[in-house]
């Protein structure tokens, strides 16, 4: 079946094993095979993750995550560091659901620095900040390392991490950082279907849940905890997720986390390099993300009709997000995508703009 292959940011390009492993039949979410479904899954989860923490299956996008870890774990004030469209949100889940938020803010193409965060939580108003590692809509990788590095003089603070571009093509080391809760959806850099978000909880989080009021159900850390111990999920997943999972999981431990890691940043170096030729990159020097790149359109040219274009060849990228869309376009290099897949965009690329 011809269709166009995706070098957006979300949902990416999906090979074809991992379809055929959603289309499996169904099991009863109760049954002794789900348990077992289950069970085979969670360990090669927090190896990759490098956690010996809890990590929850949520049936929801990305954003069901985002919201369930401000619900769950902020008592206090949390402190919202913004750089770009995702980030933003993560505030306005924030205030929408009645927590007290203060936002961090710069400006769209720039990064959330280590010191910015530092001289906030001094003032000891905060016990969460909520981080994007990878704001999808500049294209800026924020420095979760050094960040780490600030929080952990301030333990009783939560780090909360969205890591939806990033998890499963940038090396996080959850429990080494001591992020409290890390998540992404796997229609990212996990090269899967949207609709499964994996999510990290630390120790640390799952205590504070417990003293978070109207934490809500569906996504109320502690009862999907009970639910865990079951090997079970609070209510009916989704299981065809389930069944992919397991299969890509044993892929990527195939590949070998650390090529997988290389091969990303092999692909970013090659759509930077291409980048910074023809165009220039849109995010401030030395945070480039490893997962997509965002390109300042300084050529000024329509990238509808280079998408109309490359569409003939059915392949597709990304324009920018919201008010970035005519100034930047995105090609995303994460998942499954290999060098050569990128190598073929990019000639593409500059035969159709004559490059
Ligand atoms: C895609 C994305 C989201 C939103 O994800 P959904 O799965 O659509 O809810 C949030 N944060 C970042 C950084 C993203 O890239």
């Not at 899954?41 to 190896?47: F, V």
């Not at 990590?55 to 870890?69: D, K, N, Q, R, Y």
């Not at 993560?90 to 205030?95: D, F, L």
């Amino acid at each position: 079946m011809n269709h166009k292959k995706l070098f957006i940011p979300g949902p990416t390009e999906v090979r074809p094993e991992i379809l055929q492993a959603m289309a499996t039949p169904q099991i009863g979410h109760r049954s002794k095979e789900f348990q077992n479904l289950y069970t085979t899954i969670y360990p090669k989860l927090q190896d990759f993750l490098y956690t010996k923490g809890q990590v929850f299956l949520f049936t929801s996008s990305s954003t069901g995550a985002m919201e369930a870890s401000v619900r769950n774990t902020v008592a206090k004030r949390c402190l919202s560091c913004m750089c770009g469209a995702f980030s933003d949100r993560w505030h306005t889940m924030a205030t929408s659901n009645g927590i007290e938020a203060d936002p961090l803010q710069v400006e769209w193409g720039k990064a959330i620095k280590p010191e910015m965060i530092d001289e906030k939580l001094k003032t000891g108003k905060y016990d969460a900040i909520t981080f994007v590692f990878n704001e999808t809509s500049t294209g800026v990788m924020n420095p979760l390392y050094e960040v780490a590095e600030v929080m952990k003089k301030y333990p009783d603070v939560m780090f909360l991490v969205d890591a939806v571009s990033a998890m499963a093509g940038v090396k996080i080391e959850v429990d080494k950082l001591g992020i409290d809760v890390c998540l992404a959806g796997v229609q990212k850099a996990f090269a899967m279907p949207a609709g499964l978000t994996i999510c990290t909880a630390s120790e640390k989080a799952l205590k504070k849940a417990a003293t978070v009021k109207n934490r809500g159900y569906y996504f109320d850390f502690l009862t999907m905890l009970k639910y865990h111990e079951k090997n079970q999920t609070t209510t009916t997943p989704t299981i065809p997720h389930f069944f992919a999972l397991n299969a890509q999981m044993d892929d990527i431990a195939k590949e070998g986390y650390d090529n997988r890691f290389e091969r990303h940043k092999k692909m970013a170096k090659i759509v930077q390099d291409w980048a910074k030729e023809h165009f220039a990159l849109f995010p401030e020097p030395g945070y480039e993300s490893l997962t997509l790149t965002c390109v300042k359109n300084t050529r000024g040219i329509s990238v509808a009709d280079l998408n109309t274009e490359l569409g003939k060849h059915w392949i597709t990228i990304s324009n920018g997000y919201g008010k970035l869309k005519e100034q930047t376009f995105r090609i995303a290099h994460m998942g499954d995508a290999q060098v050569s897949d990128i190598m073929g965009l990019l000639e593409l690329i500059n035969s159709i703009l004559g490059l």
